[in-house]
């Protein structure tokens, strides 16, 4: 089966841009997270989605914004983008309910994004 | 105060030897989940090994087990027989808020790992 999957790989946007990641969570997992990893820091939480819809949202501005698709993909949008959004976008995906104990979390390989 | 600390920047362990890696975690939440993921330099967040709050034994995956000590917070993660493809980054990382529905992962900065021949 295939794991979490995430594109693009690597993309370079200008300041101002506009930026759409997605990601396709592991077969049968309804919950999808992104998280920001900038360098030399752990990822910290931007989103997370359930049965489509939004369950948690990170400290981040509203220039970021999320949703998740009957298929359970998600897209991650981010506008106006400003150098300090570069960093790895990651997506995580898990089977049921965020507040269920027994979910191990899986990541994609993530999605870098280079804003210049 | 920092939720997940990991208070080793680098570590420096030679091929075949154990090596630990340190994890302190602050919550006031009684259901929590403690996580291990190794990094290459690829990106990709691999998951290693889980810990539940209220499990009675200490976890173990293979080469991989995590040391809970839950009265000190504690959550080390042990690699025994350490291999050349283990050198990465490992970040360990707690779920709270298991019963509110809604939980997410909090990360701690990360350890360097090299393992030399």
């Known amino acids: 089966d295939a794991g979490v999957t995430q594109s693009p790989t690597h993309l370079i946007k200008t300041r101002g841009q506009h930026v759409t990641l997605r990601c396709s969570p592991i077969?049968?997992?309804?919950?999808v997270s992104w998280y920001q990893q900038v360098l030399g820091q752990g990822p910290q939480f931007i989103f997370q989605?359930?049965?489509?819809?939004?369950?948690g949202r990170g400290n981040f501005p509203d220039r970021f914004s999320a949703r998740q698709f009957p298929n359970y993909s998600s897209e991650l949008n981010v506008n106006a983008l400003l150098l300090g959004d570069s960093a790895l976008y990651l997506c995580a995906s898990s089977l049921g309910s965020p507040g269920y104990s027994g979910n191990t979390i899986y990541f994609g390989e993530g999605s870098w994004l280079t804003v210049v | 105060a920092q939720k997940i600390t990991q208070t080793q920047p680098g570590m420096f362990v030679q091929e075949k030897e154990a090596v630990t890696l340190d994890c302190t975690y602050d919550?006031?939440?009684?259901?929590?989940?403690l996580f291990w993921y190794k990094q290459p330099s690829s990106g990709e967040m691999i998951f290693l090994i889980y810990q539940g709050s209220y499990d009675q034994q200490n976890a173990t995956e293979g080469r991989y087990s995590l040391n809970f000590q839950k009265a000190r917070k504690s959550a080390n993660l042990v690699i025994s027989a350490s291999q050349l493809g283990d050198s990465a980054m490992y970040f360990c990382a707690m779920r709270e808020g298991m019963n509110s529905g809604y939980s997410t992962l909090t990360f701690g900065k990360g350890t360097m790992l090299l393992v030399s021949p």
């Open positions: 989605y359930y049965e489509k819809e939004e369950r």
């Open positions: 077969s049968g997992h309804k919950s």
């Open positions: 919550t006031s939440d009684p259901s929590y989940g």
